[in-house]
Nanobody, 121 residues
Framework: VQLVESGGGSVQAGGSLTLSCVATGIYRLYCWGWFRQPPGKQREFVGVVERSGRPTYGDSVKGRFTISKNSANNTLDLQILNLNTDDTAMYYC??????????????????WGQGTQVTVS
């Protein structure tokens, strides 16, 4: 089982970015989502998509972040609009096979990617 993120980089404030996570070796994930860890801070919940496709977002990112799942190629995208310096962080893809609900707590997630860095200046 492997989750691999891509799409990070350095962007100017006000710009947009789309991160992608590819899952290999596993299908029908129950919860699949994103966390981020700003420099010097704890990892925080960004959002998650349930198997049904329904997304849930963390309070700090509502309105600018959109998560979408492509079941055909087993990828999960995170679109970020109007980036600001507070969005600078390592972004991690996470997933679990367990239901019946999707949590914002990172301990509930079994599979993790290595992360992709987003730097906003």
């Amino acid at each position: 089982v492997q989750l691999v993120e891509s799409g990070g980089g350095s962007v100017q404030a006000g710009g947009s970015l789309t991160l992608s996570c590819v899952a290999t070796g596993i299908y029908r994930l129950y919860c699949w989502g994103w966390f981020r860890q700003p420099p010097g801070k704890q990892r925080e919940f960004v959002g998650v998509v349930e198997r049904s496709g329904r997304p849930t977002y963390g309070d700090s990112v509502k309105g600018r972040f959109t998560i979408s799942k492509n079941s055909a190629n087993n990828t999960l995208d995170l679109q970020i609009l109007n980036l600001n310096t507070d969005d600078t962080a390592m972004y991690y893809c996470a997933a679990t096979l367990r239901g019946p609900y999707c949590s914002s707590v990172e301990g509930r997630y079994t599979f993790w990617g290595q992360g992709t860095q987003v730097t906003v200046s």
